[in-house]
């Protein structure tokens, strides 16, 4: 199989930020995602936002969990920090390695499985406490490695590509953030880069735990049953040695619309969302405001994008916890053990 790789050489004259770093610099390696996938779309937004907050990639931390999403730090922030955890395990180990060192920017990226069915509790708690970290769901309503399972965010009434119903309720990690008390909540669409990109600056700027649901297409499962052209249809009559695996290439989706605007966006399996762009009115500051006006856009078909709710004022963990400035990782043999006056004074504080 035969791999691209990116020229190593650029133009001398690409634009560059206040740093000194070009786009490039700020790239990972070529996606082996499916051509078109909205992914591939928030990737370019994320480097993007760090390019035009002249942040140095060797400030950024990027974990994640399993998943199509998941894979996807790879094709960003190439120079940065890098750790790929375990399925649902990713918001526990940014968690630690925050408390560890407070001064690297945390980006958390994560999928609508990976933290809506087996990280539900990993996120959930990650929210509530206020971990200072930009917490990106890829959000496209199935398990895109094992081949278009619903996932817990899946609408109710939907239909597989096998043509199975969702009966179940949906998983909106948006409300249950609002409830859980995230600082910073917003909803966007893959395909609006002119939405996406000042989303995700605001989030990377804010201190606390800032939730950013993007709307991401799979461009792979279109098919439906009874097609002789599905790929579940070639498999099974496909008697030869090898095992075909094709993905017809599609463009990415894209949407542009206005402040107030709904727009119907239709996917390539012939679904239809229904995106609503808040008003230039809209207040974000009132919690209990974003939660009522979520629900009442819902009822409507409607998913609102934009910035939801934020708390300027907010903490994050290291104030709850009230830890020292210094980064833990840095702190040497006489603060981790002040000798035993210190531990006999605070022994005396517990009595």
Do not use: W
């Not at 399996?269 to 819902?298: C, F, Q, W």
């Amino acid at each position: 199989m035969t791999y691209l790789a990116k020229p190593k050489l650029h133009h001398p004259d690409l634009p560059k930020n206040k740093l000194g770093f070009t786009h490039r610099d700020y790239e990972g390696t070529v996606s082996t995602l499916c051509a078109g996938c909205g992914h591939d779309s928030i990737s370019s937004a994320i480097i993007e936002a760090f390019f035009e907050l002249d942040v140095a990639p060797h400030r950024v931390a990027k974990l994640s969990g399993i998943g199509c999403s998941s894979k996807t730090p790879t094709y960003f922030l190439g120079n940065s920090h890098g750790f790929n955890s375990v399925h649902g395990r990713m918001p526990s180990v940014l968690t630690g390695a925050n408390l560890a060192n407070r001064d690297l920017i945390y980006l958390g990226v994560s999928g609508d499985g990976d933290s809506a069915s087996i990280g539900l509790g990993q996120f959930a708690h990650a929210m509530r406490r206020g971990v200072n970290m930009t917490y990106i769901v890829e959000n496209n309503g199935v398990y895109g490695l094992t081949k278009g399972q619903f996932s817990a965010t899946a609408d109710q009434g939907s239909k597989s590509k096998k043509g199975a119903i969702n009966n179940d309720t949906a998983i909106d990690l948006v409300a249950m953030a609002l409830q859980l008390g995230a600082s910073y909540i917003a909803r966007s669409f893959s395909g609006d880069k002119e939405q996406l990109v000042p989303i995700l600056k605001g989030a990377l700027s804010h201190r606390g735990a800032a939730l950013v649901d993007v709307i991401s297409p799979c461009v792979a499962f279109n098919n439906h049953a009874g097609s002789t052209k599905s790929y579940d249809y070639v498999r099974a009559h496909n008697e030869a040695a090898n095992r075909l695996d094709f993905m017809p290439r599609r463009d990415a989706i894209t949407a542009t619309y206005a402040p107030g605007e709904v727009i119907e966006v239709t996917q390539h399996d012939g679904s239809v969302l229904r995106l609503r762009k808040l008003t230039e009115g809209y207040d974000p500051g009132d919690r209990s405001v974003a939660m009522n006006h979520i629900v009442a856009h819902e009822a409507r078909g409607e998913i609102l994008t934009g910035l939801l709710y934020v708390n300027s004022d907010a903490d994050d963990l290291h104030a709850h916890l009230n830890t020292v400035e210094l980064p833990l990782n840095r702190l040497g043999e006489r603060e981790l053990c002040p000798g035993s006056a210190a531990l006999a004074a605070i022994n005396a504080e517990l009595v």
